[in-house]
């Protein structure tokens, strides 16, 4: 359930009436994220505030009678819930509340069916079961009614065994419309060892070989780890993710090296999520200290994200043979609070798109869809061309561009969607451009966005998508 982007009630009530269509009644509606865009508004550049949004329980009453509602504030500094959800915990707001746990009332001593605290996380979610296998399956199903509808023939997903099922499952059932690379946590590497994966096994629909680690947080809740603190929260510079911490949160990232190590040695892929400057040099340290042991070899190791780093750290990419596996569209959103946070020197090194492929890293491009908790992130590869070319929001400000030379040009942001994306897949030789003998994976445009102007770039609609040559999605028109 998302209501991230909701900026008035008839919204919330809109969307809550989607979601309770769509589930049977006892099942639970979470997520919310309420209030992402309050302060400001989406798209922009610049930062103008939007009256703040805050969910009214109250319309939404009868719709979730009987399905428990527990949906938070993008921050988790807010938690919704209706009356079925407070049933099933044992929560009464006319009693005290237990420890951690604070019940909002208005001014009228009304209760607002908002609660907030530490504790909160930590008595709701034990009583919130895992989402079953036919709930997963209908989510699937939508996704790929998106993913094709894009244009998109190839996606990666860092999700479960049960996921991976499911793909397996549409794939004998003939619905599976999208090839699929399956990134395991990288703690799991020894089992896929052990197992006998290596880069490349699966099949050309479902592959397997590939891993998933996370050095630092996310810009869009201030975790990503920087050399230098955050401006507008001077006492941080972000967060360490679990692998890279102690019991006591202390820094103890020789555990997370140490996987790197034994993962490349076992033969399987490195993809490993880093934000900020801080988490990037590091990254780049340890991947230099991998490449020292276990020597030289095509590992196309790819760095998830590589969003701001140092100017001295940019050289480094091309001499590491690291892959960068960037998402353009995270600028056009992220601009709307960069600079705040980070200052704008700094932004100097964010979403450096001309610097990282002059560095002779390969650049390769995707979404990251459908986003975190503070942002949404579209499939749709048209916006990301955009706002790799313009670096411009989708509203298109700032004019020239938000440093607009970090630009690149159309034909370098085509490739780092399609050939980059298929060498980093180690599937070069199979997709990733039309030539004889390779998989028909295509997309069908409405124009030839080689020829228009770059503000036409969102316009342009997918008229077909073809996967092994099979049209999946043909536009009504």
């Not at 428990?68 to 044992?90: H, T």
């Not at 209908?138 to 996606?155: K, P």
Request: hydrophobic share 40%; proline share 4%.
């Amino acid at each position: 359930f998302n209501i991230m982007d909701a900026a008035s009630q008839q919204e919330f009530v809109r969307r809550t009436q989607e979601i309770a269509l769509r589930l049977a009644p006892g099942e639970w509606i979470v997520g919310g994220f309420w209030g992402a865009y309050d302060q400001w508004s989406r798209g922009r550049a610049s930062a103008e505030a939007r009256e703040p949004f805050t969910p009214d329980l109250f319309l939404v009453k009868e719709l979730t009678r009987h399905r428990p509602l527990f949906i938070q504030k993008f921050d988790a500094s807010e938690f919704a819930v209706n009356e079925a959800a407070l049933a099933r915990v044992g929560l009464d707001p006319e009693k005290p509340a237990p420890e951690g746990v604070e019940f909002i009332f208005d001014g009228r001593g009304v209760f607002t069916g908002r609660i907030r605290g530490s504790g909160v996380l930590r008595l709701f979610t034990p009583h919130i079961p895992e989402q079953s296998y036919s709930r997963r399956l209908r989510q699937s199903r939508r996704a790929l009614e998106e993913i094709r509808r894009r244009g998109v023939t190839t996606i990666s997903d860092m999700s479960d065994d049960l996921q991976l099922q499911i793909f397996e499952d549409l794939h004998a059932a003939g619905e599976l419309t999208v090839r699929v690379h399956f990134r395991y946590p990288i703690e799991q590497w020894e089992s896929l060892a052990d197992r006998g994966v290596r880069i490349g096994s699966g099949t050309p629909w479902i592959r397997l070989g590939a891993l998933k680690g996370h050095v630092d947080g996310i810009m869009g809740n201030s975790t990503a780890r920087f050399l230098q603190p955050y401006e507008h929260l001077p006492e941080t510079r972000g967060n360490w993710r679990r692998l890279l911490v102690d019991e006591e949160g202390d820094f103890a990232g020789e555990r997370f090296l140490e996987f790197m190590k034994l993962a490349d040695r076992a033969g399987l892929q490195l993809s490993i999520h880093a934000i900020g400057d801080k988490a990037n040099r590091l990254l780049l340290d340890y991947l230099e200290a991998m490449i020292q042991e276990n020597g030289q070899k095509d590992r196309r190791v790819r760095l998830v994200h590589a969003q701001v780093l140092a100017p001295e750290d940019f050289t480094r990419l091309g001499g590491l043979n690291v892959i960068a596996e960037v998402q353009p569209y995270h600028l056009s959103d992220d601009m709307r609070w960069m600079e705040e946070r980070i200052g704008r020197k700094r932004c100097r090194g964010a979403y450096g798109f001309k610097t990282i492929l002059d560095s002779g890293a390969l650049l390769t491009f995707g979404s990251d869809w459908p986003g975190t908790s503070a942002a949404e992130y579209p499939i749709d590869p048209m916006l990301g061309i955009y706002a790799a070319v313009t670096r411009r929001t989708i509203e298109g400000e700032p004019q020239g561009g938000w440093f607009p030379e970090e630009r690149i040009g159309i034909e370098d942001a085509l490739r780092a969607y399609t050939y980059h994306s298929a060498y980093a897949n180690f599937e070069e030789k199979l997709t990733g451009s039309i030539e004889v003998g390779k998989l028909a994976d295509l997309a069908v445009l409405s124009r030839n966005v080689l020829e228009i102007e770059a503000d036409e770039i969102p316009d342009v609609s997918v008229h077909y998508t073809i996967v092994e040559g099979r049209i999946v999605f043909q536009a009504s028109d």
